[in-house]
């Protein structure tokens, strides 16, 4: 306590700033599966959330969600374990999935669509998405390309999600995942380690024009001919399939997810 005492005030306060993001960061989580107490919390921001996200859906920007919007609504608790959260790296589950971090500015993105598949002749609008503007010229010109040769696109279902949107996905996925949060990161990354959330490297969730994106059954997508058309094409366009098969990351089979490496010309 001396020692503290006879420190500059700048210094004590520092030191008290320092200790406190400890603590928060130190939030043990039980990642294989949530205690009772981290359930009933994680469900409690999920209610709280709820109204937020529903209305930016409603609006097509969730996918643009902010820090600040995500824990405006919550408690000094909810935040907290929302840090938890946060704070987890790949690495501490046992995976090796790369982290990214997070831009410092938010992206230069247009929009996508509006888009709609069909459903048995249903037309069914999807949820509003955005691109960086050099992936969305690189995946029109894709399109074209397949379209000429097929004569069928496969349309955006998920492209540019901030760090905080991914955040409440996760959130949101954990509870369907038996709260384990080891066994949702092979589903659903954390923030920071998305490539929806990194334009250097823009990921793409691709459907199809009848609705088939795999979600269910990952050899549905991968029998269509379109993906058979991307096996073929797609590194034209600067599109790489990131998850095939046993990856290394321990991530499941995607192969509807591919992402875009810009170029260096
Ligand atoms: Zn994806």
Redesign the pocket.
Known sequence: MHARAARPFLAGVLATVGLLCVAASALALHVDRLDPEETAQLQAVLERLDPLISSHKQSGTANLLTWEELYQPLTEEQRAFLDAVRALRGTDLGATSHYFGELSEPPDVVPVGPQEYLKEGQPILLDAQVLPREAMLAYEAMMEAMAHDLGKRLLVE?GYRSPAYQLYLFLFYLPKHDHSIRETNRFVALPGHSE?GYPPRQ?V?FINEEGINGEDNPEAFEALPEYQWLAHHAHEFGFVLSYPRDNPHNTAF?PW?WHFEQSDK
């Open positions: 998920s929806h990921a969730d995607e997810h």
